[in-house]
């Protein structure tokens, strides 16, 4: 499964996600409307008038039968539901609980069709119903609402309310910087933007991905995780994590918790009515343990949602981390360490409940009324080792072996800085969101080999900015230098100027491919700015570029990726699922960016509509009239508008759309690196992590 169709799959399971909820809150209607009644029935003395309004005084045992018919099949299926995951029973699972439902069913039969024709009149118990399911609703639509719009927030919003703490960019202490430089390398290797590092204090060994985009993601790590691992078993943890974020599941954990959190909120609020006081204190204080009983059925169905959607995507997650790091040893280690340590994967902090699925591995020792969200640890160790000998190792410092690199004594591994075959660019595009370890080697290589004032730079929050507005500078002419460094003396922060000119100095010497990987370690620190600091970094990065009359693409790209990815982190991202479009239906947008490509790499109008044609034809857009824009080349503020608009696409025909790109711009038979970059930039922007070329992985040509 490629990158395209794993975010495709995690979309679907996103539409299955809302069916299976609505599900359970229909259970949860249900059991809280036989709840609500039994209450009746036990206060029908204290309340005689509500109490014959619903609920008659006879036929009272073949009520409450009913009510311990349900909440036994609950259980029961439940029950029958864990038995049959760890025993691997796919479609029995539904088959079996439905049939056992049906049966308990036909046993009652006599006492339904009896309590229902003889105790609760109809329209008195349509009005019971239609107000305990109206209250329920209530409650969980607020509650789940108000979590999502809590979680809008990003990745940062989880990692905080678990206690994490950022870890700086240019922290110098030995654990933080290992741990830093994996995750670092990882980004770069897969193409995708540095996320932000957190630590969490907690002794047990874990870690979890969270966000809704590449752009807002966090890793964080336990403090055991940082203190116990090797490199080699933290490698293998940090590309588990990449793994989620590259594979759409995060947006998706991110969406169970917000969804499970209303239905949470029917048993918290029913704790607060158990605390009642007063005369008239006892039918509410029952009608609050009703609502606390349903509520952790309706979150007992959740916590089902949850394990069944999270089970096998840690499996994928643990095959990803082998087949990129090409080190099973790595993963396998971490599993067998915690299986080892004394406190295992634990996390303490009772917020790690809700976000238990995100984790690597299980949080709690005991499930806590709600199911494993993760397979057991043997399970996982022995489909990456199958000679494993089911030995945990005793608790200790890693040895210094472990912490070698796995690729330490590989040939150093460079980036493709000739023209790349044709060929080679397209199969590129079938690598997104994927890296292995020639990659992995680059980027450890390209971080070790960047001029260490350089890498310090853009690891600190103020000289990250002077390096980007360095990078900007160098695409432009000589002649606009002057302009733009003015810009900068008179609109920057006090000594940015000053800062950029020095490092102007260096960028320009920098190999074409290491510009994007150089934006993307500077976003970590760039995060940091404060809200002020980025409205004037923001402003001078639109200035130094429209102050060129003759902007370059590469030069707008940057920009724009760099207000993608920043965006997220100062304004709110939105958590709602966006209505997801075909290329015909956004085939505008397309043949603008298309109709872009094509104009201005070719060296004559006549190469541009061959180019154009390619691309069109390629991504099934042949019978589009491209008449309009054949006539001139397409504004970058057009530009831009339509790659938004392309942000829209399904899965599936974002991939068909990059492959038109690439398309265009190989209709001549080999793209020089400066197209492919750009290419990786535009892929950039709408979310889909290109990886760098590097040779060893593509045929050359001149």
């Given at each position: ?507 320009p010497g920098l190999k074409q491919t290491d510009r994007l990987p150089l934006v993307d370690l500077a976003l970590p620190a760039l995060r940091s700015m404060s809200l002020a600091q980025f409205t004037r970094f923001r402003q001078n990065l639109v200035k130094l570029v429209s102050i060129d009359s003759d902007i370059q693409v590469f030069e707008w790209a940057l920009h724009r990726i760099l207000i993608h990815h920043l965006d997220s ?10 209505t997801m479009k075909s290329l015909q239906q956004l085939s505008g947008p397309c043949l603008t960016v298309l109709s872009f490509l094509a104009h201005s790499g070719a060296a004559t109008p006549e190469a541009a509509n061959s180019a154009l044609k390619e691309a069109l034809d390629s991504a099934g857009l042949s019978g589009v009239d491209r008449q309009a824009l054949t006539a001139k080349l397409a504004s970058f503020d057009e530009l ?29 038979d080999q793209v020089v690196v400066e197209e492919m970059e750009l290419l990786r930039a535009f892929a950039d922007i709408l979310d889909c992590p290109v990886p760098p070329v590097v040779l060893g992985q593509n045929p050359l040509t001149g």
């Amino acid at each position: 499964m490629n990158f395209f169709q794993a975010q495709d799959a995690a979309r679907r399971s996103t539409s299955r996600l809302v069916v299976l909820f609505g599900l359970a809150i229909v259970v949860l209607v249900v059991v809280s409307y036989l709840l609500v009644s039994a209450v009746l029935w036990m206060y029908r003395h204290e309340v005689p008038s509500l109490y014959h309004a619903t609920v008659s005084s006879t036929q009272n045992w073949e009520f409450f039968s009913i009510a311990i018919a349900v909440v036994l099949t609950l259980l029961i299926t439940g029950s029958l539901y864990q038995i049959l995951v760890l025993a691997g029973g796919g479609y029995v699972v539904p088959v079996v609980s439905n049939l056992l439902v049906f049966w308990v069913l036909w046993m009652y039969r006599h006492e339904v069709f009896s309590v229902y024709r003889t105790t609760v009149p109809w329209a008195q118990s349509w009005e019971l119903f239609i107000t305990t399911s109206g209250v329920i609703l209530a409650l969980i639509i607020a509650g789940s609402l108000y979590k999502l719009l809590v979680l809008s927030g990003g990745g940062r919003v989880v990692a905080e309310a678990l206690g994490g703490e950022a870890l700086s960019p240019d922290s110098k202490d030995p654990l933080q910087r290992r741990t830093l430089n994996v995750v670092e390398e990882m980004a770069i290797a897969s193409g995708t933007p540095v996320p932000q590092v957190y630590v969490l204090p907690e002794s047990g060994i874990n870690a979890f991905a969270a966000g809704y985009s590449p752009s807002d993601a966090v890793i964080g790590l336990t403090r055991g995780a940082m203190k116990s691992l090797s490199r080699t078993e933290l490698q293998g943890v940090t590309a588990h994590e990449f793994s989620h974020i590259l594979n759409g599941d995060m947006r998706l954990n991110m969406r169970v918790t917000g969804l499970l959190h209303g239905i949470l909120l029917i048993s918290l609020f029913g704790r607060m009515l158990m605390r009642a006081r007063g005369r008239k204190a006892g039918a509410v204080v029952f009608a609050g343990l009703g609502l606390f009983i349903a509520g952790w059925a309706g979150f007992f169905f959740g916590s089902l949602i949850k394990a069944g959607i999270s089970r096998q995507r840690e499996f994928l997650a643990d095959a990803s981390a082998v087949q990129f790091t090409r080190d099973p040893q790595g993963i396998a280690g971490a599993l067998k360490r915690i299986g080892g340590y004394p406190e295992q994967s634990i996390v303490a902090e009772p917020a790690a409940e809700q976000i238990s699925h995100s984790f690597f591995a299980q949080v709690f020792a005991r499930s806590r009324f709600s199911f494993a969200t993760h397979p057991p640890l043997k399970e996982r160790i022995r489909r990456i080792d199958p000679g494993w000998d089911g030995q945990f190792p005793s608790p200790g410092k890693p040895t210094a072996d472990a912490d070698r690199d796995p690729d330490e004594s590989a040939a150093p591994v460079t980036p493709v800085t000739a023209s790349i075959a044709a060929t080679a660019a397209l199969a590129l595009l079938n690598e997104a969101g994927q890296m292995d370890v020639a990659r992995l080697g680059y980027a450890k290589g390209l971080i070790d080999t960047l001029p260490d004032h350089l890498l310090e730079g853009v690891r600190d929050p103020y000289s990250a900015r002077a390096i980007i507005y360095a990078l900007i500078v160098a695409q432009s002419d000589r002649q606009w230098h002057e302009a733009q460094l003015a810009h900068l003396k008179e609109h920057g922060d006090q000594g940015i100027h000053d800062l950029t000119l020095d490092f102007l100095r260096v960028v320009p010497g920098l190999k074409q491919t290491d510009r994007l990987p150089l934006v993307d370690l500077a976003l970590p620190a760039l995060r940091s700015m404060s809200l002020a600091q980025f409205t004037r970094f923001r402003q001078n990065l639109v200035k130094l570029v429209s102050i060129d009359s003759d902007i370059q693409v590469f030069e707008w790209a940057l920009h724009r990726i760099l207000i993608h990815h920043l965006d997220s982190a100062f304004v709110r991202p939105s958590a709602r699922t966006r209505t997801m479009k075909s290329l015909q239906q956004l085939s505008g947008p397309c043949l603008t960016v298309l109709s872009f490509l094509a104009h201005s790499g070719a060296a004559t109008p006549e190469a541009a509509n061959s180019a154009l044609k390619e691309a069109l034809d390629s991504a099934g857009l042949s019978g589009v009239d491209r008449q309009a824009l054949t006539a001139k080349l397409a504004s970058f503020d057009e530009l831009g508008q339509a790659l938004d608009a392309l942000a829209g696409l399904k899965p599936t025909a974002k991939q068909g759309f990059l492959q038109a790109c690439v398309a265009c711009v190989v209709a001549d038979d080999q793209v020089v690196v400066e197209e492919m970059e750009l290419l990786r930039a535009f892929a950039d922007i709408l979310d889909c992590p290109v990886p760098p070329v590097v040779l060893g992985q593509n045929p050359l040509t001149g």
